[in-house]
């Protein structure tokens, strides 16, 4: 199907009011429109429920990555982590519907290419891989997500080790580092190792890391770019067209934010 104008949307983190504002905004008509996210649909905004039902009746006009957040709840409805307090997820997690809404959350990726030259994550590109290497593993992971025994997969995925990739990784390492890199990676250390302890704007963070986007790679090309989420604390900032920061914040207080990846005109609403 063509469609009239694609949007990405940054993390909605359960604000449907901010959403439903932002889609007004953009005159968005999903028989006419194609919206995408780039994960953490659900968390700490104030109806997670309610945005998981909306989301999930906009039917193939819709598409999403898994973030951090989508995955927790996954592992929190299967008594494999207790909620937290910040969560925010009691009423999705006593609805009705949980298991139908769980079901159609598990069958999306943790990255996809939405077009030639644009792909989503939540957290970022591993600088060793490209944007090809990066959908390939994202199939790893949701194989077992997308399979009976995902539970499996759920008990195993928590964790910091490894932090460092290499493709002789197999099992359990190389499911948690796929999900560690697509989900939780903000910075890393100097030898290229992942670094999940700090979240700062990167002009406070200490010298002995970096963003995962100021790391060379050279496996992306310059006409490529990579969306993603999860890092509110960036503002945006990464001095590279090819990457494109879309979480802004709207959960604690900030803007909600949208690509129209046709125009590249970004929408926003403040909180």
């Given at each position: ?148 025994h995902y539970t499996d997969l759920l008990n195993n995925m928590y964790g910091n080790s490894p932090t460092t990739w290499s493709e002789k990784l ?49 496996n992306l090309t310059e006409h490529e770019h990579v969306l993603f989420g999860h890092w509110a604390a960036l503002n945006s900032e990464t001095q ?32």
């Open positions: 199907m063509s469609y009239r104008n694609t949007y990405v949307v940054g993390d909605i983190q359960g604000c449907y009011g901010g959403l439903q504002q932002l889609l007004e905004k953009a005159k968005f008509d999903a028989d006419k429109d194609k919206l995408y996210a780039v994960g953490d649909l659900v968390a700490r905004g104030e109806d997670s429920l309610g945005t998981l039902r909306f989301l999930k009746s906009l039917g193939s006009s819709f598409e999403t990555v898994l973030g951090n957040h989508d995955l927790h709840l996954l592992a929190v409805a299967n008594k494999v982590r207790k909620p937290k307090k910040a969560d925010n997820i009691q009423p999705l997690l006593d609805a009705p519907d949980l298991p139908e809404l769980l079901d159609w959350l598990r069958q999306f990726p943790l990255a996809k290419k939405i077009s030639a030259k644009h792909t989503i994550v939540h957290a970022g590109l591993y600088p060793h891989w490209s944007t090809d290497t990066l959908v390939s593993l994202s199939g790893e992971v949701s194989k077992q997500l997308q399979s009976k197999k099992g359990v390492s190389r499911t948690r580092f796929i999900v560690n890199a697509c989900t939780r990676m903000r910075f890393l250390h100097n030898d290229g190792s992942l670094e999940f302890d700090t979240k700062t704007h990167p002009s406070q963070a200490p010298k002995s890391v970096k963003p995962w986007f100021k790391v060379a790679n050279p590279d067209s090819r990457f494109v920061a879309l979480d802004t914040g709207y959960v604690w207080g900030q803007e909600l934010t949208m690509l129209d990846i046709d125009s590249n005109k970004l929408i926003k609403v403040h909180a």
